[in-house]
């Protein structure tokens, strides 16, 4: 028998032995099979009692476990931002107007954005 179910026999009367040796064959067989780990104790009769079972080694482990990002942290952890130039002053390379990006269409007042295909006003923070 396994030397760690040793302990278990000095809690159990000698007349339950056996008892408790078929139940440890058990166990030990299971446990051989799955490759799982137990928490057991035992009463006075030798009745075994299963307080935990570890969890089975062929189940597979998750990675590296990424948490979503919100775009405003994501933003406030990036590089800085290159200096603001405003809308009135940017102008657009010949590359850019001609390549059919929609960037020669009506442009938007810098007091707005565009949310749902309607307009809304940039909030004062």
Request: charged share 20%; aromatic share 8%; hydrophobic share 40%.
């Amino acid at each position: 028998m396994e030397p760690e179910y040793i302990s278990l026999y000095r809690h159990v009367m000698v007349l339950y032995w056996p008892w408790l040796w078929w139940q440890l064959r058990i166990i030990t067989r299971w446990r051989i099979e799955t490759g799982r780990a137990l928490l057991i104790d035992t009463d006075r009769r030798g009745n075994i009692h299963i307080r935990a079972i570890g969890d089975d080694p062929r189940a597979p482990r998750p990675g590296v476990i990424k948490a979503p990002v919100s775009a405003r942290l994501a933003l406030a952890l990036s590089e800085p931002l290159p200096p603001f130039v405003p809308l009135s002053q940017r102008t657009l390379g010949s590359s850019a107007a001609g390549s059919g990006l929609g960037l020669s269409g009506p442009q938007h007042t810098l007091g707005t954005r565009r949310f749902a295909k309607t307009e809304a006003p940039i909030p004062d923070t």
